[in-house]
């Protein structure tokens, strides 16, 4: 059985940071491109960030380019993103998600086959 299991959301001041990290069961990590996506109140879910299975390629959404970043260790089961610069528009639920490298575009939320339950990020101004 497959889980992913977000953690590191919370409140934090506008401009300031949080680390999420991803830690992920029940799948070869190895194998897997590994996404974060958001989910603001009111709005769809979108993408965010994903990383290549070894690491060496990712892709950021252009609202947050130069302040996150995304990173894995595929020994230790795990991905992270690295938030700076807190904006109050960053305020959602981040999910952690899985897909294999072939299923499609990385920046599309159907291509991922697995998901977190999600952790909620709160930037207040």
């Known amino acids: 059985q497959v889980q992913l299991v977000e953690s590191g959301g919370g409140l934090v001041q506008a401009g300031g940071s949080l680390r999420l990290s991803c830690a992920a069961s029940?799948?070869?990590?190895?194998?897997?491109?590994m996404g974060w996506f958001r989910q603001a109140p009111g709005k769809e879910r979108e993408f965010v960030a994903a990383?290549?299975?070894?690491?060496?390629?990712?892709y950021y959404a252009d609202s947050v380019k130069g302040r996150f970043a995304i990173s894995r260790d595929n020994a230790k089961n795990t991905q992270w993103l690295q938030m700076n610069s807190l904006k109050p528009e960053d305020t959602a639920v981040y999910y952690c998600a899985a897909c294999d490298p072939w299923s499609g575009s990385y920046y599309r939320e159907a291509t991922y086959t697995y998901w977190g339950q999600g952790t909620q990020v709160t930037v207040s101004s």
């Open positions: 029940g799948l070869t990590f190895s194998s897997y491109v």
């Open positions: 990383i290549s299975w070894s690491g060496s390629n990712t």
